[in-house]
């Protein structure tokens, strides 16, 4: 009985929750804060390392994140992809790759704000927790495709119905109550970091976040007022 309400309570109802306050966070930062929708960049403190951190982990969680957006809404025509065993590998072969890169950009961000002052002072508390909660979700996807694996042809059968009944305004928990522990964290972690969304910088990604990953790297130049006075000419045969 108390599986079966924990059950309940994590892929029941949490989705909802996390998914309410998604769209209402969104809708209210956006109309009251329009200015803040933007990844708040601190590129200008540190650049070298941020830069190549940057661009690792927004290419890999796009590449993941699509990855899964495919399974779910193609699940009939990913698992009769999946019939070919060499086609199978090279999916998870992917996959994996995306989720590594994703980790070494991770990796490299979190390096970056623990030891370069300047950018842990820019860092918010809510910074700290969503990078936390996305550190959690990128290694326990990456221990179930290593542990787990075939994630692409269980994904389809198990974990997109589950979904689309929480879309369908049906949630079926039995899909979910059999599996693996790190697979029912990976879950609610997922929701976790919807629920969280609005609140932090990734609400950068609803506004323009293509263009990063093939810009050329900004050019900062600062103009302030000197801290020491400037030297006149020297006038050349003057005399002290």
């Known amino acids: 009985?108390?599986?079966?309400?924990?059950?309940?309570?994590?892929?029941?109802?949490?989705?909802?929750?996390?998914?309410?306050?998604?769209?209402?966070?969104?809708?209210?930062?956006?109309?009251?804060?329009?200015?803040?929708?933007?990844?708040?960049?601190?590129?200008?403190?540190?650049?070298?390392?941020?830069?190549?951190?940057?661009?690792?982990?927004?290419?890999?969680?796009?590449?993941?994140?699509?990855?899964?957006?495919?399974?779910?809404?193609?699940?009939?025509?990913?698992?009769?992809?999946?019939r070919s065993l060499w086609r199978l590998y090279v999916t998870e072969v992917l996959d994996l790759s995306f989720a590594l890169m994703t980790l070494v950009g991770l990796v490299g961000i979190l390096e970056r704000r623990v030891h370069f002052s300047r950018a842990r002072r820019v860092t918010s508390p809510a910074d700290w927790l969503i990078e936390v909660l996305l550190a959690v979700q990128v290694i326990a996807g990456i221990y179930i495709a290593v542990f787990h694996p075939w994630g692409s042809a269980w994904f389809p059968a198990s974990i997109s119905?589950?979904?689309?009944?929480?879309?369908?305004?049906?949630?079926?928990v039995s899909y979910l109550a059999t599996m693996p522990f790190v697979i029912k964290l990976h879950m609610v972690n997922a929701w976790l970091i919807i629920l969280l969304f609005p609140f932090t910088?990734?609400?950068?990604i609803l506004v323009a976040p293509f263009p990063y990953l093939w810009r050329k790297p900004q050019l900062v130049r600062w103009y302030g007022i000197r801290l020491l006075p400037a030297r006149g000419p020297r006038v050349s045969g003057a005399k002290g």
């Open 161 to 172: 119905p589950y979904l689309w009944s929480i879309f369908k305004f049906s949630p079926d």
């Open 201 to 204: 910088r990734l609400v950068h």
């Open 1 to 82: 009985m108390a599986a079966n309400t924990l059950n309940l309570l994590l892929f029941a109802m949490l989705p909802y929750v996390a998914l309410l306050l998604f769209f209402l966070g969104t809708i209210m930062r956006y109309r009251k804060a329009p200015f803040t929708y933007s990844s708040l960049s601190s590129q200008f403190l540190e650049n070298q390392q941020h830069f190549w951190a940057i661009v690792a982990f927004h290419y890999g969680i796009i590449l993941i994140l699509l990855s899964h957006l495919v399974d779910f809404l193609f699940a009939t025509q990913i698992m009769a992809w999946n």
